[in-house]
C-alpha cells in the first residue's frame, strides 16, 4: 500500500498497518478506496528525479574558480534542461 498517497488523500489517518488498515487519531478504521489510493501521483515526484540528473555542482565552482563562463553556462543550461524534462507537478 502506498502510505504516502493515503496520507494525501486521507488527512485524517493517523497509522497505517498493513494487515489492520488505517486508522484516524481515535483508532477508528478509516474506509480507504484502493483505486484512488493506486491512481494518486505524487506531487513531489519531479524532486527525486531531478536530483538525480543534475549535473555536480562542483563543475559550477570550478567554472566560477577558473573564471569559465562557458562552464558556468553549460552547467546552467544543464540544469534547466533537468527542471524542463522534469516540472514542477
Not at 494487515?19 to 478509516?30: C, I, R
Not at 528525479?49 to 558556468?72: M, S, V, W
Request: with cysteine.
Amino acid at each position: 500500500m502506498n502510505h504516502k498517497a493515503v496520507y494525501a488523500l486521507y488527512p485524517n489517518v493517523v497509522w497505517i498497518d498493513e494487515t489492520l488498515g488505517s486508522h484516524d487519531k481515535d483508532g477508528n478504521q478509516v474506509t480507504i478506496d484502493m483505486s484512488a489510493v493506486n491512481a494518486w501521483v505524487d506531487p513531489e515526484a519531479y524532486i527525486a528525479k531531478r536530483q538525480a540528473e543534475y549535473p555536480p555542482f562542483t563543475d559550477y565552482l570550478d567554472g566560477i574558480a577558473k573564471g569559465d563562463q562557458a562552464q558556468i553556462a553549460k552547467y546552467i543550461a544543464d540544469c534547466q534542461a533537468v527542471k524542463t524534462k522534469y516540472p514542477k507537478g
